[in-house]
C-alpha cells in the first residue's frame, strides 16, 4: 500500500505507475481516493470543530454550576448534547469514508522501482547474468518423477488416493536428499549472520491482508474452515507478521533471518507438462531469507540475498541464471523482484527455483511496522524476502545436473554430510 500523502501529491505519478503495470482498470481508483479523502479530511475537520466548541462549553457548564446559575447551564447542557449527536454522526461518518479510502488503497500498486523492465507478462521478463556452464549429456535424462520412481524415491499414485493431485510420498534416499537440501540451507544461511527461525505454519486474516494482494490471496490461500486463520503459503508471511504492529529500534536494524516451513498453495489453473510431478504442488518445504531494513540499506540487501542464492546451487555445481521480472509480472505489493533459474539438461533450458523481492514499505505500512530513530522520528521500515531453496524444485535440479547414464545420482559434496557421507544414490 502506497502513502496517501504521495497519492494526493502525484496522481499522475501513480496513475503511470498503474498504467506500466498494464493495470489499467485500476485508473479510476486514483480519483476516487482523492475525493473520498478530501471528503475525509472535511469530515475529520467538522468532527475537531464539534469537539473542540463541546468542550468549551462543557467547561462554561461548569463555571455557571458554580456561579448557581443552574438555568443557564441546563441550557447550555442541551446544546452539549446535541453537538454529541452532530460529533457522533461526524465520526461514523469519518470511519465510512476511512474504510473506503483503505478498500481501494489497498487495491492500488506499489510504485515500482525505476530499473524495472516495462512488460506486460513474464514473455518481458530480462536475464541479468549466467552462473557456471551448462551441460547437456550424451544421454537422454528421464523426466525428474521417472528418475524418483527408478531409485524407489517417490510414491505419486499413493499421494492421490490419500489427498488427490498435487501431493506425494518422498521414499529412502530421496526422501534424505529432500531432508539434506533443506539443512544443508539453513546451515549455509546461518554460516552467512542470519538468525535460523521455526515460524507459525497458521496466520490470521489481517496478516494475510498484510503481507500479499487481494488476487495472490485467493489464488494461493487455503483457510481453515470456521476460523480465522490460514496455512502459509511460504514462511515469509508469518515471519513478516511477527511484527505487525510494533515498533523496531533503528539501532539494530537489519533483522536479517532464515525460517523453515511446510507451504500450502492452492495453485489455481491448469498447467503444462513440465509443471507436473513435483514442480507445481500443494505442499512442499522451504527454506526462506527475510529482512527487515532501513529504506535506503533495502537495494544493498535486495542484491545481498539473490546472490546467496546463486553460492548456494553453485556450491552444489548446478547453473543457474538471474532474470529481472518486468513491471506486469509483478506482484503489487513489490517494488522490485528476479527470479533464480536453475539449468535443466532434459529440457535444455532454465527453470525458476527462487524468487528474491523488495517491497519497499508495504508490507510494513499495511501491518503497522515502524522503525523508531534516535532523533525521536518514526518510518516505515523495508521488506525483502527470498528463496533459499524449496528442495521439490531443488530436486529437480539436483537430480537432472548429477544424473549418470546408468541411472545412478551422484550426491553433490556438500550434501554428503547430511547423507551419512552417502556420495551415490542407486537404483
Known sequence: MIDIKFLREEPEKVRQNIKNKFQDDKLHLVDEVIALDEDRRKTQQTADDLRQRRNTISKQIGGLMAQGKKEEAEELKKQVAEFGEELEAAQKRQTELEEEVKKRMMLIPNIIDPSVPIGKDDSCNVELERFGDPVVPDFEIPYHTDIMEKLHGIDLDAARRVAGNGFYYLIGDIARLHSACISYARDFMIDRGFTYVVPPFMIRSNVVT????????????????????????????????????????????????????????????AHGIEERGVYRIHQFEKQEMIVISKPEESMIWYDKLWKNTVDLFRSMDIPVRTLECCSGDLADLKVKSCDVEAWSPRQKKYFEVGSCSNLGDAQARRLGIRVAASDGRKYFAHTLNNTVVAPPRMLIALLENNLNEDGSVRVPEVLRPYMGGKSLITP
Do not use: Q
Open 210 to 269: 498484510g503481507v500479499m494482494s487481494f488476487a495472490e490471496m485467493d489464488a494461493m490461500m487455503y483457510k481453515i474452515e470456521g476460523e480465522d486463520l490460514y496455512l502459509i503459503g511460504t514462511s515469509e508471511h508469518s515471519m513478516i507478521g511477527r511484527y505487525i504492529d510494533t515498533i523496531v529500534g533503528e539501532d539494530t536494524l537489519p533483522h536479517t533471518l532464515t525460517s523453515y516451513s511446510p507451504c500450502f498453495r492452492k495453485e489455481k489453473g
